[in-house]
């Protein structure tokens, strides 16, 4: 294999690249505003500056879906900002759905001026970031951000897994539905994140509470409303159920030995949703498993920078997980 020197995670929300013996060198919005030169639609702001110019922004992915056409865009801004070019590899850490497109990764990063790359689940690159003792043991690993990553890994393989349509997003737009339905106030998708990240619990004692501003429905005026953790209670309790459920799903695909490895380590989680409060007695309740909660958000990138360090390892995960 050629030598990878950086590694792009695009996600819903932040596109981050690594880059090895440096460190994180991009850590922007995955957004931008775009506008038609002649018959060519161009990037006119990228990532943050998109989402604060006061114009109407694309998302890159939405609803868990990649427009690689945007993608090309954003990246191109981007690569030049960090000069990425002909002489450098890259790999791309995407979501377990998204191995299915591994070609089309590929041809963005060609159409780049990018001809040595490879494509590998980012839930790998989170395992190698989580520094697992005795990695030759099964793992689940669990990343809860905008959707939600499960992955039973060993030695670099991942054994079953599967990308659950929950998680970050659906929190908000649950927040969304909540506050207009029992309100009658619009808030918009940034108060909405707000509202998660101040408010969300799993404990039912939780008495936090915030005001936020909307409009009222139907009309042009503003209100202001108070909305606690209590109120939302019932909403991330339904959430997070799905996420245990589909962890209860992947282990019963998971022979004896696998899940005893499972039941003496615990639950890897991280992502921004795993450190909603009350998580981890939540799963060990509703899946008898201990948990172990990744608080800072670059665990992933943490990972990529290991394996980009060692091309033998990043090798042998291109080659076992290239048909997940």
Same mark, same amino acid.
């Given at each position: ?22 460190? $994180? ?16 639609? $161009? ?12 114009? %109407? ?14 993608? !090309?865009? *954003? ?14 590899? $890259?790999?791309? =850490? ?23 790359? !490879? ?22 690993? &669990? ?25 970050? @997003? ?19 998708? @940034? ?7 101040? =408010?969300? +619990? ?51 695909? &998971?022979?004896? %030995? ?26 060990? $309740? ?11 958000? &670059?665990? +992933? ?5 290991? *394996? ?5 390892? *990043? ?10």
């Amino acid at each position: 294999m050629k030598k990878i020197n950086f590694a792009v995670s695009m996600g819903s929300n932040v596109t981050s690249i690594y880059k090895a013996g440096v460190g $994180v060198v991009l850590s922007d919005k995955t957004a931008l505003v775009t506008a038609l030169k002649g018959k060519r639609e $161009v990037a006119v702001h990228v990532g943050a500056d998109a989402v604060t110019s006061g114009l %109407e922004y694309k998302r890159v992915i939405k609803d868990g879906n990649i427009d690689f056409t945007l993608a !090309e865009l *954003l990246l191109g801004e981007f690569f030049k900002r960090i000069e990425i070019g002909k002489k450098d590899g $890259v790999v791309f =850490l995407v979501p377990l759905e998204d191995m299915k497109l591994m070609y089309e990764y590929k041809n963005l990063a060609y159409a780049l001026g990018v001809n040595n790359v !490879e494509v590998i689940p980012s839930v790998i690159a989170t395992t190698y970031g989580f520094e697992i003792e005795n990695f030759r043991k099964s793992f689940l690993i &669990c990343d809860i951000g905008v959707n939600t990553e499960i992955a039973v890994v060993n030695n670099g393989r991942i054994i079953s897994g599967a990308t659950v349509i929950s998680g970050g @997003e659906n929190i908000d737009n649950k927040i969304i539905n909540y506050i207009l339905d029992d309100r009658g106030i619009e808030i918009s998708k @940034e108060c909405a994140e707000r509202v998660k990240n101040e =408010l969300v +619990t799993l404990l039912p004692n939780d008495i936090r509470s915030i005001t936020v501003d909307g409009f009222i429905k139907d009309t042009t005026e503003y209100s202001t409303v108070s909305i606690s953790s209590t109120d939302l209670f019932g909403l991330v309790v339904e959430e997070y159920s799905v996420i245990a459920s589909a962890i209860l799903q992947l282990l019963s695909s &998971c022979n004896n %030995e696998i899940n005893q490895d499972i039941k003496k380590h615990g639950i890897y989680l991280c992502g921004a949703s795993s450190k909603v409060v009350g998580i981890d007695k939540f799963f060990e $309740v509703k899946l008898d498993l201990k948990s172990i909660v990744y608080k800072p958000d &670059c665990v +992933t990138m943490i990972g990529a920078g290991q *394996l980009l360090d060692s091309p033998i390892a *990043l090798e042998k995960v291109v080659a076992e997980n290239a048909l997940v």
